[in-house]
Protein backbone atom coordinates (compact mmCIF):
# COMPACT_ATOMS: atom_id res chain seq x y z
CA UNK A 1 0.00 0.00 0.00
CA UNK A 2 1.38 3.40 -0.75
CA UNK A 3 2.00 5.94 1.50
CA UNK A 4 -0.20 9.41 1.11
CA UNK A 5 0.28 12.59 3.30
CA UNK A 6 -3.19 11.62 4.76
CA UNK A 7 -2.15 8.50 5.70
CA UNK A 8 -0.86 9.41 9.26
CA UNK A 9 -2.03 6.42 11.43
CA UNK A 10 0.39 3.36 12.11
CA UNK A 11 -1.16 -0.13 13.31
CA UNK A 12 -0.45 0.84 16.88
CA UNK A 13 -2.54 3.99 16.76
CA UNK A 14 -5.21 2.13 15.23
CA UNK A 15 -4.98 -0.38 18.02
CA UNK A 16 -4.72 2.28 21.08
CA UNK A 17 -8.22 4.14 18.65
CA UNK A 18 -9.71 0.97 18.99
CA UNK A 19 -8.92 0.34 22.68
CA UNK A 20 -10.29 3.62 23.74
CA UNK A 21 -13.47 2.96 21.95
CA UNK A 22 -13.84 -0.16 24.07
CA UNK A 23 -13.13 1.56 27.37
CA UNK A 24 -16.18 3.36 26.21
CA UNK A 25 -18.53 0.48 25.12
CA UNK A 26 -17.97 -1.28 28.20
CA UNK A 27 -17.86 1.43 30.80
CA UNK A 28 -20.88 2.76 29.17
CA UNK A 29 -23.03 -0.88 29.19
CA UNK A 30 -22.17 -1.42 33.02
CA UNK A 31 -22.19 1.92 34.40
CA UNK A 32 -24.15 4.74 32.10
CA UNK A 33 -27.00 2.40 30.99
CA UNK A 34 -28.07 6.13 29.61
CA UNK A 35 -25.46 7.20 27.52
CA UNK A 36 -25.78 6.01 24.54
CA UNK A 37 -23.48 8.16 23.15
CA UNK A 38 -20.68 5.93 24.91
CA UNK A 39 -21.76 2.98 23.18
CA UNK A 40 -21.87 4.41 19.73
CA UNK A 41 -18.31 5.43 20.00
CA UNK A 42 -17.69 1.67 21.13
CA UNK A 43 -19.01 0.91 17.66
CA UNK A 44 -15.92 1.58 16.27
CA UNK A 45 -13.53 -0.76 18.25
CA UNK A 46 -14.56 -4.11 16.31
CA UNK A 47 -14.25 -3.11 12.48
CA UNK A 48 -10.57 -1.94 13.81
CA UNK A 49 -9.39 -4.61 15.93
CA UNK A 50 -10.39 -6.95 13.23
CA UNK A 51 -8.90 -5.48 10.53
CA UNK A 52 -5.84 -5.75 12.94
CA UNK A 53 -6.57 -9.14 13.63
CA UNK A 54 -5.79 -9.42 9.75
CA UNK A 55 -2.86 -7.31 9.56
CA UNK A 56 -1.47 -9.52 12.17
CA UNK A 57 -2.07 -12.46 10.79
CA UNK A 58 -0.79 -11.54 7.40
CA UNK A 59 2.72 -9.97 8.68
CA UNK A 60 3.28 -12.48 12.24
CA UNK A 61 6.56 -14.01 11.68
CA UNK A 62 4.90 -17.26 12.81
CA UNK A 63 1.38 -17.65 12.56
CA UNK A 64 1.07 -20.91 14.87
CA UNK A 65 2.54 -18.68 17.48
CA UNK A 66 -0.09 -15.76 16.76
CA UNK A 67 -2.47 -18.18 17.14
CA UNK A 68 -1.37 -19.72 20.51
CA UNK A 69 -0.85 -16.33 22.36
CA UNK A 70 -4.41 -15.41 21.43
CA UNK A 71 -5.55 -18.85 22.41
CA UNK A 72 -3.62 -18.29 25.45
CA UNK A 73 -4.71 -14.85 26.45
CA UNK A 74 -8.40 -16.47 25.69
CA UNK A 75 -8.35 -18.28 28.29
CA UNK A 76 -6.73 -15.71 30.49
CA UNK A 77 -9.63 -13.03 29.40
CA UNK A 78 -12.25 -15.67 30.30
CA UNK A 79 -12.81 -15.14 34.19
CA UNK A 80 -12.17 -11.54 33.87
CA UNK A 81 -14.99 -11.39 31.04
CA UNK A 82 -17.08 -13.43 32.95
CA UNK A 83 -16.51 -11.41 36.64
CA UNK A 84 -17.03 -7.94 34.32
CA UNK A 85 -20.42 -8.72 33.46
CA UNK A 86 -22.03 -11.08 35.18
CA UNK A 87 -20.20 -10.35 38.30
CA UNK A 88 -19.35 -14.42 38.69
CA UNK A 89 -17.93 -17.05 36.09
CA UNK A 90 -20.42 -17.78 33.40
CA UNK A 91 -19.96 -19.74 30.74
CA UNK A 92 -22.89 -18.67 28.63
CA UNK A 93 -21.25 -16.11 26.78
CA UNK A 94 -17.47 -16.47 26.10
CA UNK A 95 -15.07 -13.12 25.14
CA UNK A 96 -14.38 -11.61 22.34
CA UNK A 97 -10.40 -13.16 22.16
CA UNK A 98 -11.62 -17.01 21.43
CA UNK A 99 -13.84 -15.41 18.51
CA UNK A 100 -10.64 -13.87 16.95
CA UNK A 101 -8.96 -17.06 17.83
CA UNK A 102 -11.16 -18.95 15.91
CA UNK A 103 -11.03 -16.65 13.59
CA UNK A 104 -7.31 -17.03 13.18
CA UNK A 105 -7.74 -20.59 13.18
CA UNK A 106 -10.09 -20.33 10.20
CA UNK A 107 -7.75 -18.55 8.01
CA UNK A 108 -4.87 -20.88 8.49
CA UNK A 109 -7.06 -23.72 7.08
CA UNK A 110 -8.67 -21.89 4.61
CA UNK A 111 -5.15 -20.59 3.30
CA UNK A 112 -3.96 -24.15 3.66
CA UNK A 113 -7.03 -25.56 1.32
CA UNK A 114 -6.91 -23.05 -0.87
CA UNK A 115 -3.34 -22.79 -1.73
CA UNK A 116 -2.62 -20.70 -5.01
CA UNK A 117 -6.53 -19.72 -5.05
CA UNK A 118 -6.21 -21.94 -9.05
CA UNK A 119 -8.92 -24.79 -7.99
CA UNK A 120 -12.04 -23.45 -7.90
CA UNK A 121 -12.83 -26.50 -5.64
CA UNK A 122 -10.61 -25.67 -2.87
CA UNK A 123 -11.81 -22.37 -2.67
CA UNK A 124 -15.11 -23.19 -2.49
CA UNK A 125 -13.78 -25.32 0.17
CA UNK A 126 -11.87 -23.31 1.84
CA UNK A 127 -14.68 -20.94 2.22
CA UNK A 128 -17.07 -23.41 4.03
CA UNK A 129 -13.90 -23.79 6.43
CA UNK A 130 -14.83 -20.11 7.40
CA UNK A 131 -18.81 -20.27 6.76
CA UNK A 132 -18.36 -23.53 9.05
CA UNK A 133 -16.30 -21.44 11.95
CA UNK A 134 -18.53 -18.60 11.95
CA UNK A 135 -21.15 -21.27 12.68
CA UNK A 136 -19.07 -22.22 15.61
CA UNK A 137 -19.05 -18.99 17.40
CA UNK A 138 -22.65 -19.42 17.79
CA UNK A 139 -22.67 -22.59 19.43
CA UNK A 140 -19.66 -21.72 21.90
CA UNK A 141 -21.71 -18.37 22.60
CA UNK A 142 -18.26 -16.19 21.20
CA UNK A 143 -18.60 -12.43 21.47
CA UNK A 144 -19.46 -10.61 17.96
CA UNK A 145 -20.01 -14.13 16.89
CA UNK A 146 -19.97 -15.06 13.21
CA UNK A 147 -20.23 -10.78 12.33
CA UNK A 148 -16.32 -11.02 13.82
CA UNK A 149 -15.19 -13.86 11.83
CA UNK A 150 -16.29 -12.64 8.42
CA UNK A 151 -15.37 -9.20 8.91
CA UNK A 152 -11.62 -10.72 10.01
CA UNK A 153 -11.82 -13.01 6.65
CA UNK A 154 -12.63 -10.02 4.39
CA UNK A 155 -10.11 -8.11 5.20
CA UNK A 156 -7.57 -10.99 4.92
CA UNK A 157 -9.10 -12.05 1.54
CA UNK A 158 -9.02 -8.39 0.17
CA UNK A 159 -5.99 -7.41 1.60
CA UNK A 160 -4.16 -7.81 -2.17
CA UNK A 161 -7.15 -4.96 -3.23
CA UNK A 162 -6.38 -1.24 -3.27
CA UNK A 163 -6.70 -0.11 0.55
CA UNK A 164 -9.99 1.37 0.29
CA UNK A 165 -11.49 -1.33 -1.23
CA UNK A 166 -10.64 -3.79 1.36
CA UNK A 167 -11.54 -1.48 4.10
CA UNK A 168 -14.80 -0.61 2.90
CA UNK A 169 -15.74 -3.96 1.97
CA UNK A 170 -14.94 -4.69 5.83
CA UNK A 171 -16.86 -1.99 7.29
CA UNK A 172 -19.51 -2.32 5.03
CA UNK A 173 -19.99 -6.16 6.03
CA UNK A 174 -20.52 -4.91 9.65
CA UNK A 175 -22.25 -1.28 8.91
CA UNK A 176 -24.70 -3.37 7.04
CA UNK A 177 -25.09 -6.28 9.14
CA UNK A 178 -25.11 -4.37 12.61
CA UNK A 179 -27.57 -1.37 12.05
CA UNK A 180 -30.01 -1.40 15.26
CA UNK A 181 -29.97 1.27 17.64
CA UNK A 182 -26.36 2.34 18.27
CA UNK A 183 -24.92 0.19 15.97
CA UNK A 184 -25.27 3.10 13.81
CA UNK A 185 -22.42 4.59 14.21
CA UNK A 186 -20.01 1.30 13.32
CA UNK A 187 -19.67 2.63 9.80
CA UNK A 188 -17.21 5.60 11.44
CA UNK A 189 -15.03 2.93 11.79
CA UNK A 190 -13.95 3.42 7.63
CA UNK A 191 -11.88 7.37 8.39
CA UNK A 192 -9.39 6.31 10.84
CA UNK A 193 -8.99 2.83 8.21
CA UNK A 194 -8.37 4.93 5.38
CA UNK A 195 -5.66 6.78 7.46
CA UNK A 196 -3.76 3.82 8.27
CA UNK A 197 -0.35 4.10 6.56
CA UNK A 198 0.55 0.45 6.65
CA UNK A 199 2.93 0.80 8.53
CA UNK A 200 3.17 -1.31 12.15
CA UNK A 201 4.09 2.07 14.96
CA UNK A 202 5.86 1.15 17.77
CA UNK A 203 4.79 -2.36 18.44
CA UNK A 204 3.39 -2.12 22.09
CA UNK A 205 2.52 -5.97 21.53
CA UNK A 206 2.56 -7.19 24.63
CA UNK A 207 0.13 -4.11 25.98
CA UNK A 208 -2.51 -5.23 23.87
CA UNK A 209 -2.66 -8.47 24.97
CA UNK A 210 -2.99 -7.51 28.76
CA UNK A 211 -4.88 -4.71 27.89
CA UNK A 212 -8.28 -6.59 27.25
CA UNK A 213 -8.25 -8.60 30.34
CA UNK A 214 -6.59 -5.92 32.39
CA UNK A 215 -8.98 -3.61 31.86
CA UNK A 216 -12.18 -6.05 32.08
CA UNK A 217 -10.90 -6.83 35.56
CA UNK A 218 -10.35 -3.35 36.72
CA UNK A 219 -13.81 -2.85 35.53
CA UNK A 220 -15.00 -5.14 37.96
CA UNK A 221 -13.19 -3.78 40.71
CA UNK A 222 -15.13 -0.77 40.20
CA UNK A 223 -18.13 -2.35 39.59
CA UNK A 224 -17.88 -4.23 43.19
CA UNK A 225 -16.33 -0.90 45.16
CA UNK A 226 -19.55 1.04 43.70
CA UNK A 227 -21.47 -1.80 44.77
CA UNK A 228 -19.97 -2.09 48.67
CA UNK A 229 -20.59 1.93 48.56
Do not use: C, Q
Given at each position: MKNRNCQILDGTM????????????????LFFHDQLWMRMIGR??????SFCIAEGY???KDRKKYLLRIGLFAL???IPFDLAFTGKIDLSHQNIMLTFFLSILALMISDRIRGDG???????LSYLVVLFTAI????????????AV???FLFHIFEEKKHWIRCTVGVAFLALTRTMGYYCTTGLSIIPLLLYNGKKGKGLKWLFYLFYPGHLLLLYLIRVFLLKS
Open positions: LKLIAMTSMVFDHAGDLAMPLFRYTISEKNTWKTILTLVVKADYTLFIAV
